[in-house]
């Protein structure tokens, strides 16, 4: 039997052409909002919800804490006159203090010099001037002893505490030697006090 013609099955397929009508972009949107977009607005909606409630819970903190601050007003209002006493009594301070270590503390100086002083010298008169960071001493003293003398500028001169120790003046009247010393004294902490 003779083979029969038949026609065999093809599909011709154009990939590149679309087989069914494109979405149209506002469709794809509102698709998009029914699906997708429902669980933002409602993320969204929360959000404000929050923020909407946690407003009147710290209006009601803020009221709070303002009247807790009024209550106080009055009590601090009372402790004025303390205050006013503590801050005259911290001035006074820092002024004592000030001055404390502003001025001389003489006996420190009249101590360094008597313990430098021979048995034999009299000392008849002693200034002390301050300056600014030091004070000027000027000892004006008899002796009979020209060794008296000696010693008695040595020391000073071996103490630390004083600063260029000159003899100013000498004279010599019936057997006396009479002189003057000039002397700086720093105004630094000597034994725990100022000079």
Known sequence: MPKANNPKLA??????????NPEKLLLKLFHWLL???????VFVEAIVLIAFVARFKLDADLAAKKEAIEEQIP????????????????????????????????????????????LNVKLTSINIEK?????????????Q?????????????????????NITSVGLEQGIITFTIEASAKLTSLGGKNL
């Open 11 to 20: 599909i011709h397929l154009n990939l590149l052409k679309p087989q069914s």
């Open 131 to 143: 300056n600014v960071g030091n004070a000027t001493i000027r000892i004006n003293g008899q002796t």
């Open 75 to 118: 009590y601090i209002e009372s402790l004025k006159p303390y205050e006013i006493l503590i801050r005259q009594t911290q001035l006074k301070l820092s002024t004592i203090d000030t001055v404390r270590k502003d001025s001389l503390d003489y006996s420190i100086i009249l101590k360094k010099i008597a313990d430098q002083t021979p």
């Open 35 to 41: 699906s997708t977009g429902r669980y933002l607005f």
């Open 145 to 165: 002893i020209n060794s008296d003398l000696t010693s008695f500028m040595a020391g000073l001169k071996g103490d630390n505490s004083f600063e260029s120790v």
